[in-house]
């Protein structure tokens, strides 16, 4: 998978018990669309290391109806599991 870069909109966040082993519980997910039309309504999740700072940005993205600058494995197509979101950064509106 490659890394790649993208600017979405927050539609979920939150905790979660149910993973497919991805990382140890609770995981932290993310539902995102990005603005450019690439994908549409993908799970993420952060890594264990910084999910509670990912959480935090994704809360006030929602929060501010802000954007997101992330930077994610390739999306897994809708349904599958949730990729990996490596950095999350907040965008000014």
């Known amino acids: 998978m490659s890394i790649d870069s993208h600017v979405c909109l927050v ?7 149910n993973n497919a082993g991805q990382t140890p519980n609770p995981m932290v997910l993310f539902r995102l669309n ?4 690439a994908f549409s309504d ?12 990912m959480l935090a940005v994704a ?5 501010t109806q802000s954007q ?11 349904g599958g599991e949730a990729t990996q979101c490596y950095n999350m950064y907040l965008l000014a509106p």
Do not use: C
């Open 34 to 37: 990005d603005v450019s039309g």
């Open 42 to 53: 993908i799970w993420f999740y952060a890594p264990q290391a910084t999910k509670n700072q």
């Open 68 to 78: 997101v600058h992330v930077f994610v494995d390739t999306p897994n197509p809708p």
């Open 11 to 17: 539609r979920e966040a939150g905790p979660s018990m």
């Open 59 to 63: 809360l006030a993205a929602i929060n």
